[in-house]
């Protein structure tokens, strides 16, 4: 995590399913209140993942920060669904 003028960037590597990561950062801008989601895709390195993932995850997402625990709630609930398992 790191600090740009107003700005707080978080990156993460989010486990889904049991072989796969979805790596993403949030940027967080103060001044605006606003979160930025941006998914770090490798067409390639993460076909598996593109399998299963909503396409609101494969692009970018910018979102008010009062909204973030809904996110994160969408992205876990996606990562507990065993339908897409199948």
């Not at 790191?2 to 796969?20: D, P, Y």
């Not at 998914?39 to 008010?64: A, G, N, Q, S, V």
Request: hydrophobic share 35%.
């Amino acid at each position: 995590m790191f600090s740009l003028a107003g700005h707080m960037i978080l990156t993460w590597r989010f486990c889904l399913l049991t072989t796969v990561a979805l790596r993403f950062s949030l940027t967080y801008d103060n001044k605006s209140n606003q979160v930025s989601y941006t998914p770090y895709i490798d067409e390639k390195r993460d076909k598996e993942l593109l399998e299963h993932l909503p396409d609101y995850l494969t692009d970018e997402i910018e979102f008010e920060r009062q909204f973030e625990a809904r996110f994160f709630w969408r992205m876990l609930s996606f990562n507990n669904d065993d339908t897409r398992r199948e």
